[in-house]
Structures are given as C-alpha cells and as structure tokens.
C-alpha cells in the first residue's frame, strides 16, 4: 500500500509535465489543425535554456522558466511564420514538415551541446521531500504539479476572462465564422503557437528536476503528448487536464504492475479501446460538421 | 511507347545487369533499397492513393522481418539447440511462441499473415469509427512506439536491443557465398516487381477508383452506399503485407533485424523517399526510396551528422516547393514543355 501511495506523486508529476506539453499540441491542432512533431524540440530548447542559465544567479532556476518560455516561444513563432502558415489545410503535410525540422534542430543541439546528456542541478530548495500520512512527497514532484496546475489555471483565465481567450476560442470552434466577425485569424493562430511552444519550454525546464537533459528529451514525451490530445478531444482545455491526468496515472500503475515494456502496449490497447466508444476524444467542440 | 513504358524496360534492364556489373557488397546494398521500395510501395498505396498517412510502417516491416529471423534461427540451431542470443541471455528452454516456427511454411505464412492482421485489426477498429486523418497518423506512430518497447523489453524472446543477426543460410542459400546473395538480390528484385504489379493493379481497378474517392471526400462516398472503412482496411492491410515482406527479405539481405530499425525515426523515414519521389505515383515512390536510401549510404559514409540536416532540410524543401515529389515536377514540366494534347482554347 505504501509503494502504492508513493507512486501517486510520481503518476500525478508524470501527468503533470505531460499536461504542458500538450496544452500547447491540442490547441495548435485544434485551432489550425497543425500536428507540430517539432514541439519536443521545444521542450529540449526550454531544458538547454535551464541549463545555460544555472549557476549565472542564486534564483537561476526560478528565472529559467520566462526565460524558457521566451526561447520556445519565439522559436515556434519562428516555425509558424516562416513554414507553417504556407500549410494550413494541409495537416498531414505539416506533420511531415514539422519532423524534418525537429530532425534539424536535434542535430543543431547535438552540435551545439555535445551528444552526451547534460545535467542541471536542482536548486537546494527542491531537494529532499516531506512526508505527509506516510506518503512521501518529494519536493520536486510537488513543484512540478504546482507549476502545472499554475499554469493551467493561467491558460484558463486567458481562455475565458480575457477578449484575446474569447477570440481564440471563437476561432477553435469555427474558424470562418470568426474571420466574417472581423478577427484577424491569422494574428490569433501565431500568438496561439507562441503560447502552446512558450509552455512546452516550461515543461522542459520542469522536466530537468527528474532526469538528464539531451538533444533527443522531446521525442520520449511527444508521442505520449499526442495520445494525450487525442484521448482528450481537439482545442479542449478540461479534456486535455483529464487525459494528462488518465494517460499519467495509466503509464505510472501499469509500469509499477506490468514491466515498463507491456505498459506501453497496454496503453495504446487502451487508448484504441477507448476510442471505440469516443472516437473524438473525451470533449468534443459541436458543430454541424459531418464526422 | 510511351515515356513510362521506356523507364520501366530500363529499370528492369539496369536491376537484371546489377548482379554482373556490381561488387557483392554494393549488390547487397542495391538489395536493402529494393527492401525499402517494396515498403514504399505499400505507403504510396496507403498514402498516396487512400490518404492514410502511416507512421507505423517500421512495425509491420519488423513482424515480417522477425518471424523470418525466428526461422533462420531456428534452422541453424538443429533440432536439439536454441539460437545464439537466447543461450547468451540464459533462456533454457524454447519459447512456446517460438515452436511453430521452425517450420518453414508456418514461417512464411506468418510474414504475410501476422502484419496482415495486425493492420486488419487495427484499421477496422480505428477506421469504423472514422477515426482518421490525423488521429490515425498519431495512433500509427505511437504504435511504432510500443512495439519498438515491447520488443527492447522481452529480451529473452526477441534479443532485445540487439535483435537477431548472424544468419549464415536462407533456405538452402549460403549467405557469405556471392552466389547466394546474388539469389538473395534476384529474389528480392522479383518480390519488388511483383508489389509493384499488384498495386498497379489495384490502382487501376474500379477498388483503386473507390480507394482515390474516398480519399478526396469520404462523406461521399458513404453516401453513394460505400463503406469507405472496409476499402480503408483493405489498402492498409495490402500496404502491411508489403511492408512484411520487405521486413522478411531484409533479413538475410542485410543480415540483421532489430529495433533501431523499427522505431518512430525509421517509420518516418521510410516516408522520406515516398515524399521526395511522389507519393502519388507508384513509381515515383520506389525511384525516391531508392534515391534517398543510397543518397544516405554516400553520407553517412562520409559524414554522418550533415546527413540528418540534409535529411530534415530535403523533407521540408520538397514539402515547401514540391508536394507531389520529383513525380509531380516530371509532370508538371511534362505539361509545360512536352507535347500538348489536342486542347480547346477558348
């Protein structure tokens, strides 16, 4: 039972980093119908840009994640504006595209960092863990959720308080209608990929607090990030949060019960299973579209 | 004759001289990209003509190829043994999984019959619920995903990260021996004429029409009484069994099968010479599978790191400039320059 329990921090951090990631991945997808491969090269961009900052201050961890948001940010704005815009209504081409850059900008990394794995030292403040009913609860695991949760409650805000969330939204569920309404669709698609591609460089600062940082870090979670936003439902908030949630614990548990190789396939068995019954996610947004 | 019948004599000339006019080592490398286009072939299929864009090729390239390697295997051991990695990984007695394999009809049917119902399986599940486009792509790769785990984890039964290799005989064919692999070659090159033809074939029939159709408006299609699921299922279980079968030769071509080769970047990859080639045209796949796999042969021999930015540029450059492949600009310059046909001109 106490390994049982211990293992919910674990699932819950899992879940966590994953909900960043494809906080960005569902609404890109969503809104433009763009599937970025590249975003995991977003994710090492914002890890590097943890590593290239620490030691420079004594709060350097705290200021990597703006940092890191900023990268990744104007790295995906980047991306958008100078390929992706040439793509809409191509999405499997812009699969494709997306790859042969993310191809480019690993071997950019490995050039520029060395292939090797580089390390980043956690600050001294998120070493170590408190126990709470017997269930141990590192620092790290914790501060990873708390900034997931941040930032989903960010997102959240944006989406429904601010005009530029309710213009977003509108151009999610129907993108011609928004642009007779007078909404420069094409300026919401490219701050939409700063956003997702900012978050995806926080998840890669947070995913230095548990593991190595190397050129090939975004390609073990973009996979699963994808599962994510096709589990969860295209361009949705709540079913994104709830399939981080489903697809972390699932991965966590099974691995903890199975071996780490039959989890995987047991996850996707899982995931197609599921689509039997939902074969557009958990969410959907409704429209007369035919399906 | 037209254009096309004069490449297709040449290239069936130019694959008949190979054995004669190359070294073995460069006839076995000419070997693993016919490999390759066989697979590409299936993904023009898949692809091209049926809009399914499959990112999990690898994973029905590696069952073809594994239940090839598990034969090999167990033919060399004799009767009483158990292969190399198995005794190295101090697995004692023969995997009930693996029993059936020693028979070489049960081994060939399962090249073609396991990726067959896999891809089965998984298109009627996923396309009946007209889980498509994208979704399907992404489930495709994360299949990629697990299976490539799966194999790494079950060490005992697969040889896990190293895979399978040393095979030394390939029903009856010494495999060290030029001789045997210029059989190998000519087997290889046979099987790609054949995938070649059927699909042709299939492309050309009322099932090829339906496959473009529903690719270009499935809605349509379903509403003129179609099932456009069941034509889905089809095409990709053909583009598996295609992708099996080079699995199967690849392994005493090149004379190892093991994850690395299977995985989400090798799955993508075999898309890489589709995509420069024309997806659209069967032909223009196997030319650009061919060109792209040898093009990586010259880099990586010389330096390995430029190939993966001339890899990842090439893709973007032809998806930027020439989304229908080299076919497409061969067409497009036919149009312009060559003879037009007898036109209206308002």
């Not at chain 1, 709060?59 to 104007?74: D, N």
């Not at chain 2, 054995?19 to 697979?39: E, M, T």
């Not at chain 2, 997806?279 to 792209?292: D, E, N, P």
Request: charged content about 10%.
């Amino acid at each position: 039972m106490g390994a049982l329990a211990n293992q919910l921090p674990i699932g819950l951090s899992i879940a966590a980093v994953l909900l960043l990631i494809a906080l960005g991945l569902t609404f890109t997808f969503g809104q433009m119908g763009v599937i970025n491969m590249a975003h995991g090269e977003f994710i090492m961009a914002g890890a590097y840009t943890a590593y290239l900052l620490q030691g420079l201050t004594s709060q350097s961890f705290l200021i990597a994640l703006p940092v890191a948001f900023a990268v990744a940010g104007a790295m995906g704005l980047l991306l958008e504006w100078a390929l992706i815009r040439r793509f809409y209504g191509r999405p499997l081409d812009t699969l494709l595209l997306t790859w042969g850059v993310s191809l480019v900008l690993q071997q950019l990394a490995r050039d520029l960092f060395g292939a090797p794995n580089v390390q980043v030292t956690a600050p001294g403040w998120l070493v170590g863990g408190v126990d709470v009913l017997g269930v141990r609860l590192p620092h790290n695991r914790v501060f990873i959720i708390a900034l997931a949760v941040l930032c989903v409650v960010g997102v959240w805000l944006y989406l429904t308080r601010l005009p530029a969330g309710r213009r977003m939204r509108a151009v999610v569920q129907n993108r011609e209608l928004a642009a007779y309404s007078g909404i420069a669709t094409g300026r919401v698609d490219r701050f939409t990929f700063l956003l997702g591609s900012g978050l995806a460089g926080v998840a890669g600062v947070a995913l230095t607090l548990v593991g190595p940082v190397g050129p090939s870090l975004g390609t073990f979670y973009i996979v699963d990030a994808f599962l994510v936003v096709v589990a969860g439902g295209l361009g949705q908030l709540r079913g994104a949060v709830l399939a981080a949630v489903a697809l972390g614990f699932l991965n966590g548990y099974l691995e903890f019960w199975t071996d780490a190789s039959l989890a995987k396939v047991l996850v996707f068995v899982a995931i197609v299973a599921f689509l039997q019954v939902r074969p557009q996610g958990m969410f959907v947004v409704k429209g007369r579209a035919l399906v | 004759m037209t254009l096309g019948r004069v490449s297709l004599v040449v290239c069936v000339v130019l694959l008949a001289v190979a054995p004669l006019a190359l070294s073995p080592f460069r006839l076995g490398l000419l070997a693993k990209y016919l490999c390759f286009a066989i697979v590409a072939v299936g993904i023009a299929l898949a692809w091209g003509q049926g809009g399914m864009l499959t990112l999990g090729q690898g994973v029905f390239f590696g069952l073809g190829g594994y239940a090839m390697a598990m034969y090999l295997k167990l033919e060399e051991a004799g009767s009483a043994g158990l292969p190399d990695f198995m005794v190295w990984s101090g697995v004692e007695e023969l995997p009930a999984l693996w029993e059936p394999f020693g028979n070489p009809v049960f081994a060939l049917a399962a090249v073609v019959l396991v990726p067959g119902l896999v891809a089965f399986l998984l298109g009627l599940l996923v396309f009946r619920q007209r889980v498509r486009g994208a979704y399907f792509a992404i489930l495709s790769q994360a299949l990629a995903a697990a299976f490539v785990i799966l194999l790494v984890g079950q060490q005992g039964l697969t040889g896990g990260t190293n895979g399978m290799t040393n095979f030394t005989r390939f029903f009856g064919l010494d495999l060290s021996d030029p001789n045997g692999q210029r059989a190998v070659y000519a087997i290889t090159a046979l099987v790609l004429g054949l995938t070649f033809l059927v699909a042709k074939l299939l492309v050309r029939s009322r099932f090829g029409r339906l496959l473009v159709a529903v690719r270009d408006g499935e809605d349509r299609v379903r509403f003129l009484g179609y099932d456009p699921a069941v034509v889905k299922t089809i095409t990709f279980t053909v583009s598996a069994v295609m992708a099996g079968l080079a699995g199967a030769l690849f392994v005493p071509v090149v004379g190892i099968i093991s994850p690395a080769l299977l995985g989400i970047v090798p799955s993508l990859e075999l898309l890489v010479g589709v995509a420069v080639g024309g997806r659209f045209v069967l032909a223009g796949a196997i030319a650009g599978a061919i060109a792209v796999n040898y093009a990586k042969t010259v880099f990586s021999e010389d330096f390995a790191e430029g190939w993966l930015y001339l890899q990842g540029g090439l893709f973007v450059l032809v998806l930027v400039f020439a989304p229908k492949g080299l076919a497409g600009v061969v067409e497009s310059a036919r149009l312009r320059w060559g003879r037009k046909p007898a036109e209206v001109v308002a």
